[in-house]
């Protein structure tokens, strides 16, 4: 049984920090993919930053423009999303998402979820 657990959201400033963590309990296979999407009132779900285990490469949306930085800390099962320079576009909820496999697929085909962090930016 794999669990995504999130934490980390709240409310700051313009130009303000957040570090989110999302931890995975259970095995979803050792080739993996762990990320974050986000979503926000009138806007789609948007990918986020994604790590991939067989590389460990990073990805990231292109609104992200250097900001935000993912890592994973495989003793922990713990993927970090540290968020700065933060901007009231960046209000939203933001998910843990994970699948076996190769990250560069549609939202849909990601397994398993966390339950989501709010994250408020305000101006």
């Known amino acids: 049984q794999v669990q995504l657990m999130e934490s980390g959201g709240g409310s700051v400033h313009a130009g303000g920090s957040l570090r989110l963590s999302c931890a995975a309990s259970g095995d979803f296979g050792s080739s993996n993919c762990m990320g974050w999407f986000r979503q926000a009132p009138g806007k789609g779900r948007e990918r986020v930053a994604y790590?991939?285990?067989?590389?460990?490469?990073?990805y990231y949306g292109d609104f992200v423009e250097g900001r935000f930085t993912i890592s994973r800390d495989n003793a922990k099962n713990t993927v970090y999303l540290q968020m700065n320079r933060l901007k009231p576009d960046d209000t939203a909820t933001y998910y843990c998402?994970?699948?076996?496999?190769?990250?560069?697929?549609?939202?849909?085909?990601?397994?398993?979820w966390g339950q989501g962090t709010q994250v408020t930016v305000s101006s």
């Open positions: 998402a994970a699948r076996t496999g190769v990250c560069f697929v549609s939202s849909s085909e990601y397994t398993y």
């Open positions: 790590t991939f285990s067989g590389t460990g490469s990073t």
